[in-house]
Nanobody, 119 residues
């Protein structure tokens, strides 16, 4: 089972990016993303990984860290087994490698996707 995050890149402060996360490589449907509450995490150089946002299995409940509240939006499309993170009004302090995982961390960590925000 592998989590693949994509959509990162280099953007100027104030810009936007949309990250996607999909699970692949599993045989049994029980590992499909749709069965789990999912989270986005990020890890900046020299810092510990931190939770950014999470979403319930049906998308009805979401949570955001104070640092991203009002700027980031998490969503999911269970028909595509994909979780998204829309990031607006990006700041240099958002620069990090972004990862997704279930809130219970059942998946092996993937490589993540690099987000770099220039000032």
């Amino acid at each position: 089972v592998q989590l693949q995050a994509s959509g990162g890149g280099l953007v100027q402060a104030g810009g936007s990016l949309r990250l996607s996360c999909v699970a692949s490589g599993f045989t049994f449907s029980e590992f499909s993303l749709e069965h789990y509450a999912m989270s986005w995490f990020r890890q900046a150089p020299g810092k510990e990984r931190e939770g950014v946002s999470c979403i319930s299995t049906n998308g009805g409940n979401t949570y955001y860290a104070d640092s991203v509240k009002g700027r980031f939006t998490i969503s999911r499309d269970n028909t595509k087994s994909t979780v998204y993170l829309q990031m607006n009004s990006l700041k240099p302090e958002d620069t990090a490698v972004y990862h997704c995982n279930s809130i219970t961390l059942i998946y092996p960590w993937g490589q993540g996707t690099q987000v770099t925000v220039s000032s």
